[in-house]
């Protein structure tokens, strides 16, 4: 059975940082591409990054580039979401899932606030 | 950035109802096309992708059509686990979703 544990959300500053990770189960996770996708609470979905199954290719929603940045690795079985520069509208509950395009599996979210 | 559009955001609705939303993209994006049902307080749940292949485990009562521009999810005979909010989300270029339709009763 395939399992996402998201990990690291927390109540932060403005202007603060956050790592989050996500640890997935129950597939072969190096022969995936894996995203980052957000969800307001109570508003809709975002996606915020993916990465390929190497690393080599990584992808951001315009939102966030240059202040986050996705990474994996692929010997520990763990994603990551460094989150630099954070802002209030990043607040919102960050999902990991395998998948390039969409996303059939899913973790129950790491809840990141961000407000002074 | 594809702009995903859905009608309507909310849809009123009783069980054994044939219900149909409508997802429109602001430019052509073949058949990337992908829809999700989510529950309060649950992740999303993908239902269908290539805009009208059934995901595995998902009811024969949800299917998917359309191609181009305007897209439909439909489901048969509404059962009370289906109220929900559902969203499309397009695979063209960088992903992104509709506003979601919520169904409730």
């Known amino acids: 059975e395939v399992q996402l544990v998201e990990s690291g959300g927390d109540l932060v500053q403005p202007g603060g940082s956050l790592r989050l990770s996500c640890s997935p189960s129950g597939f072969t996770f190096s022969g995936y591409w894996m995203a980052w996708v957000r969800q307001v609470p109570g508003k809709g979905l975002e996606w915020v990054a993916n990465i390929k199954e190497d690393g080599s290719e990584k992808y951001y929603v315009d939102s966030v580039r240059g202040r986050f940045t996705i990474s994996r690795d692929n010997a520990k079985n763990l994603l990551f979401l460094q989150m630099n520069s954070l802002r209030v509208e990043d607040t919102a509950i960050y999902y990991c899932?395998?998948?390039?395009?969409?996303?059939?599996?899913w973790g129950r979210g790491t809840t990141v606030t961000v407000s002074s | 950035d594809i702009q995903m559009t859905q009608s309507p955001s909310t849809l009123s609705a009783s069980v054994g109802d044939r219900v149909t939303i409508t997802c429109r993209a602001s430019q052509s994006i073949s058949n990337w096309l992908a829809w999700y049902q989510q529950q309060p307080g649950k992740a999303p749940k993908l239902l269908i992708y290539q805009a009208s292949s059934l995901q595995s485990g998902v009811p024969s009562r949800f299917s998917g059509s359309g191609s181009g521009t305007e897209f439909t999810l439909t489901i048969s005979s509404l059962q009370p686990d289906d109220f929900a909010t559902y969203y499309c989300q397009q695979y063209q270029s960088d992903p992104t979703f509709g506003g979601g339709t919520k169904v409730d009763i």
């Open positions: 899932a395998p998948g390039r395009w969409w996303w059939g599996a």
